[in-house]
């Protein structure tokens, strides 16, 4: 089992910046790729980004120029670091995890980003 756990999100004006960490705990070894998703009133919930355990990054292309996921290993920690904001990246975020041990996916309990205009 692998335990996720966010942190790091509140309210923001737009045009700011914030950073989202994701500590994972448990199997940890067994993870191979870890990501954030977001999920917004009435919208499916969708990839942010995501980081394999060799290192290799995607973005949604909304986030592509404006986000950065990077993974601590020493910590267990994954971060989102997301400047720029806009109203639209309002949403609750998500940390996942996929693992090579059942249940093999794995989410955090989400936190919530609110963008002020």
């Known amino acids: 089992q692998v335990q996720l756990v966010e942190s790091g999100g509140g309210l923001v004006q737009a045009g700011g910046f914030l950073r989202l960490s994701c500590a994972t705990s448990g199997n940890t070894f067994s993870i191979i790729a870890t990501g954030w998703y977001r999920q917004a009133p009435g919208k499916q919930r969708e990839l942010v980004a995501g980081i394999s355990r060799g290192g290799s990054t995607n973005y949604a292309d909304s986030v592509k120029d404006r986000a950065t996921i990077s993974r601590d290993d020493a910590k267990n920690t994954v971060y989102l670091q997301m400047n720029a904001l806009k109203p639209e990246d309002t949403a609750v975020y998500y940390c996942?995890?996929?693992?090579?041990?059942?249940?093999?996916?794995?989410w955090g309990q989400g936190t919530q980003v609110t963008v002020s205009s």
């Open positions: 996942y995890a996929k693992g090579t041990t059942r249940p093999y996916d794995y």
